[in-house]
């Protein structure tokens, strides 16, 4: 069975640090392309950063410089390393795979398999 488990979420302050974890289960960590979004409320959900099994890796401009997404293959598990956090990163964070996209990994919202979601607050 197919499954994405994300954690890791937490409250802190501006400036501050957290790291997300996402286990991917059921054979999904293979996956071409996966990556974390993040939808605050009233807003629509957006690309945070992706990474493709080749290791390559694209990251919303807002982010860059600060977030850094890895994979580590023996856990299984998608990571997102954030520093430097911001108010305007408060958003619910999801983990989510695509299989078999390989060109345009990180260009698209749209992913087969989904994580549940885990919640950051940044307070200023």
């Known amino acids: 069975q197919v499954q994405l488990v994300e954690s890791g979420g937490g409250s802190v302050q501006a400036g501050g640090s957290l790291r997300l974890s996402c286990v991917a289960s059921g054979g999904i960590y293979n996956s071409n392309c996966m990556g974390w979004l993040r939808q605050a409320p009233g807003k629509e959900r957006e690309r945070v950063a992706s990474?493709?099994?080749?290791?390559?890796?694209i990251y919303a401009d807002s982010v860059e410089g600060r977030f850094t997404i890895s994979k580590d293959n023996a856990k299984i598990t998608l990571y997102l390393e954030m520093s430097s956090l911001k108010p305007e990163d408060t958003a619910t964070y999801y983990c989510?795979?695509?299989?078999?996209?390989?060109?345009?990994?990180?260009?698209?919202?749209?992913?087969?398999?989904w994580g549940q979601g885990t919640q950051v607050t940044v307070s200023s």
């Open positions: 989510a795979a695509d299989p078999r996209r390989w060109v345009g990994c990180g260009a698209s919202n749209e992913y087969n398999y």
């Open positions: 990474i493709r099994s080749d290791g390559r890796t």
